[in-house]
């Protein structure tokens, strides 16, 4: 028998939100460890040196090719059969990330070729640096277009972070099953914690949404000025109309 | 900087107060078999406005390029105001500078582009502040400041807030112009300024360089615009297959063409 009260009851639990809390921590930290680390490797990638962009390519071609949940079980519990000892947290992070890093890498090499070659040149050609010319005039640019598949990573992530429950980190599906084998209410929980699930991945969406919009800014041909602009134009307005016009 | 801006001994001994603003000597470029620039040799005084012409594929691009050292060249030497560029040691055994050099070297040449390759993510007014804020780490506010006296000078004042996307081709070329001007080279580069540009506006640039020519701007532009050629070219010079195949004056070169390729250059494009 379904029971609407053990369903309110996992629902309004404070375990349970605080299960979700590290869900969604495991995610912030993970992605963006995942994202410096997805950074090394395409530019690792796009290296002129061999060796480094062979062991870029070697490093994506491992973590997509084998299940997470085998590369978490092998950190959490096989590591330390050669000395290798992580806590359950640390094995799981740097797993989500370590692996994340390889399908990141792949929509930042992606997202940093879109950006017109010219507008590279341009910069050089004004004597900007190649570190400048990446974080004034490609990376902003690129970013913009690794919003949405890095927006979708994210709410993967959310989901993929049950998967470390195999490694007793106490996340959300944990924390659920945990009080289920308590009181038995073996679908309420589970419908709770898909609920809960559902609620971050939407609000992800949203939260997505205004990014886009914000990155958008740029691109759209009926902005209207910045806010911080428009005092700069008034200024010029006074200057230009006791000076020269 | 340092290393760069001293005046080089011999050219002092020699009674040269200034050397040219650009000086190239057998320059060579080649992509594999393809031979881009063939035995260039020029020389661009302050305040010259040279004029190169030719079909595309014949050199005029890479030339441009090879002086702002986005392009290595094969042999050959390349000065600005008296500098090597690109390039230390003599010979086989001379070496490209390594890019923080290069990076240097290329704020005294400036490139306005066939494409304008303004910024999409910054405002005109960030486009033309860039150079300043980024490269000679002007403070904020003088950068703005300075940056918006040069968007008057190319009329574009109203549009500072504006993003590229939201401007006509020839106001971005313009706003290219002066992001530029802001560097403060002693040459500009320009590689086809007005070819993308609907005719409408390419007066609108032209009469931009016309100022800067008549400020003393030294330039290397180039372009197929006749007029402006006329008006304001010290020097035409007619390229093919890498090569220089005829210079002169604007009036020499457009009424009289000498060489054979030249003629006919001249009767498809006219």
Known sequence: MWSWPAFFEFLATPVMLSAAWTTVWLTIVSMLGGFALGCVITFLRTSRLRPLAAFAAFY???????????????????????????????????????????????????????????????????????????????FPQAFRIMVPPLGNSVNGMLKTTTLVSFISVTELLRETQLLYQGNFKVLEGLCAAALYYLVMTTIWGFVQTKIEKRMNRSFAMD??????????????????????? | MNANTTVRPQEADAGVDIPPVVQMTNVRKTYGQFVALDDIDLTVNRG?????????????????????????????????CGDVIGYEGLGASRKRLSEARLTTQRRRTA????????????????????????????????????????????GLVDKADKYPIQLSGGQM????????????????????????????????????????????MTMLVASHEMKFAKA???????????????????????????????????????
């Not at chain 1, 200024?235 to 016009?245: V, W």
């Not at chain 2, 290219?176 to 070819?195: F, K, N, Y």
Request: charged share 20%; glycine share 8%.
């Open chain 1, 60 to 138: 994506v071609w491992i973590f997509r090719g084998t299940p997470l949940l085998v590369q978490l079980i092998i950190v959490f519990t096989g590591l330390p059969q050669i000395g290798v000892k992580l806590d359950a947290i640390t094995a799981a992070i740097l797993t989500l990330a370590l692996n994340e890093a390889a399908y990141l890498s792949e929509i930042i090499r992606s997202g940093l070729s879109s950006v017109p070659k010219g507008q590279v040149e341009a910069a050089r050609s004004i004597g900007m640096a190649p570190r400048l010319v990446m974080v004034k005039v490609v």
């Open chain 2, 232 to 270: 304001a070219a010290s020097e035409v010079i007619f390229m093919n297959g890498g090569r220089i195949v005829e210079r002169g004056t604007p009036t020499e070169f457009f009424g009289n063409p000498k060489t054979v390729r030249a003629q006919e250059f001249l009767s498809k494009v006219l």
């Open chain 2, 48 to 80: 010259d406005v040279i004029f190169l012409i030719g079909s595309s594929g014949s050199g005029k691009s890479t030339l441009l390029r090879t002086i702002n050292s986005l392009e290595p060249i094969d042999s050959g030497e390349i000065r600005v």
């Open chain 2, 111 to 154: 490139m306005v582009f066939q494409h304008f390759n303004l910024f999409a993510n910054m405002t005109c007014l960030d486009n033309v502040a860039s150079g300043l804020r980024f490269v000679r780490k002007t403070k904020p506010a003088a950068a703005n400041a300075r940056a918006l006296e040069l968007l008057d000078s190319v």
């Open chain 2, 173 to 216: 070329q313009r706003v290219g112009i002066a992001r530029a001007l802001a560097m403060e080279p002693e040459v500009m580069l320009l590689d086809e300024p007005t070819s993308a540009l609907d005719p409408e506006t390419v007066k609108e640039v032209l009469d931009v360089l016309l100022r800067l020519h008549h400020e003393g």
């Open chain 1, 223 to 245: 902005r209207g000025p910045r806010s911080d602009r428009r005092r700069i134009t008034r200024d010029l307005e006074l200057t230009s109309a006791g000076g020269q016009r």
